[in-house]
C-alpha cells in the first residue's frame, strides 16, 4: 500500500524568523482543512543551491523566496515566468513531479489585488503613478502598473542609477525623477507608492516632502510594520484613499498556495487578523 506524501511548503531567507508567511498558510490549511505544512528556514547563500535540490526529495512541493535569496533562486531555476524574467528576480518556487523548478513573481499580481480590494474605485488610467524606490519590489509595481494600463509612472529613487536601469529596462513609460525632487513628483500623481523600507520599524522615516500630495489621490505603502506610516497618516489627513501594505503580503501568497495545496484560498478579514497575531 502506497502512503499518500503530505505536501509540504515554506519560506527561504536568512533572516527569516520575522516572515508572516507560515502563520499565514497554516491559516489557510486550517480553514480549508487541507494536509500540508510551511516552514521557514533560513538558509544561507552558499547552501541555497544544495538546498533546493534537496527539498523536492524531502516532499516539498515548492517554496517562498525572500530576501536576499530572490535573484540568486531566478538564476537556479529551469523554468522562469516572464514576468519574473522582467522583474529579475523570483519569490514563489514550484517544484515539478519532472525534477524541473518553475520560478515566477507574484509580487506585482499582489500589489494591485491590494489596491483594487483597499480601493475599488482606483482607476489605472486616472493618471501618472509616483512611484519611491527603484528596488526588486519597486520592480515588481512598475511591471504591474505598466501591465494594468497606468498612462506614466515617475520614479524616484536616492541612487539615480538604479533609477535609470528601472526605466530603460520598462520603456518610455517610465520617467525618472531626482530625489531631491521626488516631493514635486507628488502633486500630479493619482497614485503614490512607497516601495523603500524607509518608515519601516527599525529603519528612517521618509523625509520627501508630503504637503502636494492630492486628496483625490491613492496612496499605498508597501512597509506593513508598522501598518499606519507616516506616510499612509498624512495621506489620510489631506484626504486621500490609503492601502497599507499587508494586503500585498496577503495577495501575493494566493497564487503559491493555489499551486501547492491545490485550493485558491480567500483573502479576508479572518486572513489578515491571522497574518497579524
Known sequence: MTLERIPLAGVIGSPVAHSKSPQLHHHWLRTYGLKGHYIPMDVSADDLPDVLKTLPRMGFVGVNITVPHKERALELSDLVTDRATLIGAANT?????????????????GFIQNLRQGAPDWDPKAGPAAVLG???AARAVVASLVD???????????TRVRADKLADDFGKRVRVVEWVKAGNMLEDAALVV???SLGMVGKPELRVPLDGIRKTAVVTDLVYNPLQT??????????CTTVDGLGMLLHQAVPAFERWFGTR???????RAAALR
Open 194 to 196: 512607497n516601495t523603500t
Open 134 to 136: 527603484a528596488g526588486g
Open 148 to 158: 494594468v494600463g497606468v498612462p506614466e509612472i515617475l520614479i524616484s529613487n536616492r
Open 93 to 109: 518556487l514550484i517544484f515539478r513531479k519532472d525534477g524541473k523548478i518553475h520560478a515566477d513573481n507574484t509580487d506585482g499580481y
Open 265 to 271: 484560498p480567500e483573502v479576508d478579514a479572518a486572513t
Open 230 to 239: 507616516r506616510l499612509l497618516r498624512v495621506a489620510g489627513e489631506i484626504g
